[in-house]
């Protein structure tokens, strides 16, 4: 019988062939204690909860007792991060409705709630100033309202703009240098051809 915390191999455990490279720990159930093999995850069991009682108790099937947990941060489509809370966090209430079963709050507006000390009010917006929504840094949020929000972003737009358009001329001006520098060199060589042709034709004379 193996002993808690050992680790073996896939393909030592009988496992099937798409795991036979894959790590596994002899971990028990924190509800009725029965040990199994269970699949290690970056250093850690994939799940601390067997199939069965997560099945027949309710309160562990929300979180990080669900056998599919992945830490309770995932990266959604637009570019923004979202971040499980618990029913009894201090910041719960921030959660959208549409998403209260889930438990899940973009977690920008959670990095400016915990730095304000209150969570944030529906019609406040917090905006990211360097334009990357995955940046959640507090010295890259900035709190906002609707209306400033739309003018920051097309501040934004407008200063890329110009500043494309500006870069733009820039490369055309450095463009026309170099061609100017390589047709001055080209006549230099032109008018040195001419000479030394006119000093030979003088010298046969």
Known sequence: MPEIGETRNGREINKPLYARNTKFIW???EVCGKAKW???KKG????TICLQCSRQN????EGQHKDSWKGGRSLVSGGYVNVYLDKNDFFFPMVPS???KKHYVREHRLVMAKHLGRCLQPWEIVHHKNGNRSDNRIENLELTTKGNHSKDHNSGYRDGYQKGLYDGRLKQIEELKAQN????????LVQWQVKELTEALQIKR
Do not use: A, D, F, G
Request: glycine share 0%.
């Open 38 to 40: 269970v699949r290690v």
């Open 27 to 29: 971990q028990p159930c």
């Open 58 to 61: 309710p309160e562990y099937k």
């Open 44 to 47: 850690s069991p994939e799940y």
């Open 98 to 100: 549409k998403h209260l």
């Open 181 to 188: 520098s390589s047709l001055m060199t080209q006549i230099r």
